[in-house]
Antibody, heavy 123, light 110 residues
Framework: QITLKESGPTLVKPTQTLTLTCTFS??????????VGWVRQPPGKALEWLAL???????RYSPSLKNRLTITKDTSKNQVVLQMTDMDPVDTATYYC????????????????WGRGALVTVS | QSVLTQPPSMSAAPGQKVSISCSGG????????VSWYQQLPGTAPRLLIY???KRPSGVPERFSGSKSGTSATLGITGLQTGDEADYYC???????????FGGGTKLTVL
């Protein structure tokens, strides 16, 4: 059974760097095809794809946020960390981590399981 | 404005059928496989459809997906009040080399 859980600060100040951790179980990021990504959702707004890291260290970032995002993995801890620099009040959102396994063929990408999300307020 | 375009809202009566559209382009829907997500109020998104038309275990047959050219459709039959939610399409974009979500459709069952 795959589970994911987000953790991190609930409140950050403008210009600070946000660090969020996704702790997962039920799969390993050393297994071919496996990936963990991040999605955010400002209050009352749509989902926004942020970043994704795969078992082979392939990293993908939203073009509009690429300069502010870093995604890393710690396979020994079953964790994926997302850092977002220079936080602004418009970055206030619920941040979700999610599991993906497209067997290396990105044409088939999707997120099959999600964490419950972590609300981050920038103020 | 999202690269994937969905109607912002739709409504239908209980028992009726609704079709939610997702319009994209040749670098995404035209080449790759669409997924759909349901987000009930106050909850995390849930995968409804993957690979254009496949349902994960536990998703009722009332939910279906299709794709034609650069557009995709989520169909829901036998609408229930519990289907009131936001629905999102998603896909990998070959030009951006990232995933994308549509702008979402708020479904009201009245």
């Amino acid at each position: 059974q795959i589970t994911l859980k987000e953790s991190g600060p609930t409140l950050v100040k403008p210009t600070q760097t946000l660090t969020l951790t996704c702790t997962f179980s039920g799969f390993s990021l050393t297994t071919g095809g496996e990936g963990v990504g991040w999605v955010r959702q400002p209050p009352g707004k749509a989902l926004e794809w942020l970043a994704l890291i795969y078992w082979d260290d392939d990293e993908r970032y939203s073009p509009s946020l690429k300069n502010r995002l870093t995604i890393t993995k710690d396979t020994s801890k079953n964790q994926v960390v997302l850092q977002m620099t220079d936080m602004d009040p418009v970055d206030t959102a619920t941040y979700y981590c999610a599991h993906s396994n497209d067997d290396g063929d990105r044409r088939y990408w999707y997120f099959d399981l999600w964490g419950r999300g972590a609300l981050v307020t920038v103020s | 404005q999202s690269v994937l375009t969905q109607p912002p809202s739709m409504s239908a009566a209980p028992g009726q059928k609704v079709s939610i559209s997702c319009s994209g382009g040749t670098s995404n829907i035209g080449k790759n496989y669409v997924s759909w997500y349901q987000q009930l109020p106050g909850t995390a998104p849930r995968l409804l459809i993957y690979d254009n038309n496949k349902r994960p275990s536990g998703v009722p047959e009332r939910f279906s997906g299709s794709k034609s050219g650069t557009s995709a459709t989520l169909g829901i039959t036998g609408l229930q009040t519990g289907d009131e939610a936001d629905y999102y399409c998603a896909i990998w974009d070959d030009s951006l080399t990232t995933g994308l979500f549509g702008g979402g459709t708020k479904l009201t069952v009245l």
